[in-house]
T-cell receptor, first 110, second 117 residues
């Protein structure tokens, strides 16, 4: 059973902010929220993760809802290199498994 | 440099043959994973291992087998029992809780694309 739900695709203009949503209504108290992205024919790469508080790093920001049932990955200025499939993932610490969602394919328009 | 290597990058197999995909990591990670990805789809977990000589089935383990004799290596065998093996296979590793501050991150290899002729 899927643990996260994301839109299949989104578009953004270059140099504009992008907000990628993810729903995880069945999240447990010990699940971390991770975001990965995957370029064509490559392995996914880590973007960001968080538990309860909003997080920032050099790549993106992660906004987590107060009830933790949804989160949003924010790319502050989209570039053509950000075009990828973005996966929202829950990390189950008790089992050490990563549950991948369907992913959102982001298209960046020049 | 630390990382994960997978070989070969491309692999062709005849129907009825077993084939083994290699995965090696030098990150000193205890946990390793195998995923399968079909065109336009997300990743599905085949097997994972949290420690040497131990592994668990993921969501789609049927037709696959693994071994974990060394910490650095987690080979995946696609057996003839796997009816539709053509896919992109990804290996990954991560630390387990209590092991280094970056334990949350999962590191992926470049993948092996398997085609059944």
């Amino acid at each position: 059973d899927a643990k996260t739900t994301q839109p299949n695709s989104m578009e953004s203009n270059e140099e504009e902010p992008v907000h990628l949503p993810c729903n995880h209504s069945t999240i447990s108290g010990t699940d971390y929220i991770h975001w990965y992205r995957q370029l064509p024919s490559q392995g996914p790469e880590y973007v960001i993760h968080g538990l309860t508080s909003n997080v920032n790093n050099r790549m993106a920001s992660l906004a987590i809802a107060e009830d933790r049932k949804s989160s949003t990955l924010i790319l502050h200025r989209a570039t053509l290199r950000d075009a990828a499939v973005y996966y929202c993932i829950l990390r189950d610490l008790s089992g050490n498994q990563f549950y991948f969602g369907t992913g959102t394919s982001l298209t960046v328009i020049p | 440099d630390g990382g994960i290597t997978q070989s070969p990058k491309y692999l062709f197999r005849k129907e009825g043959q077993n084939v083994t995909l290699s995965c090696e990591q030098n990150l000193n990670h205890d946990a390793m994973y195998w995923y399968r990805q079909d065109p336009g789809q997300g990743l599905r977990l085949i097997y994972y291992s949290q420690i040497v000589n131990d592994f668990q089935k993921g969501d789609i383990a049927e037709g696959y087998s693994v071994s974990r004799e060394k910490k650095e290596s987690f080979p995946l065998t696609v057996t003839s029992a796997q009816k539709n093996p053509t896919a992109f296979y990804l290996c990954a590793s991560s630390a387990v809780p209590g092991q280094a501050s970056s334990y949350n991150e999962q590191f992926f290899g470049p993948g092996t694309r398997l085609t059944v002729l």
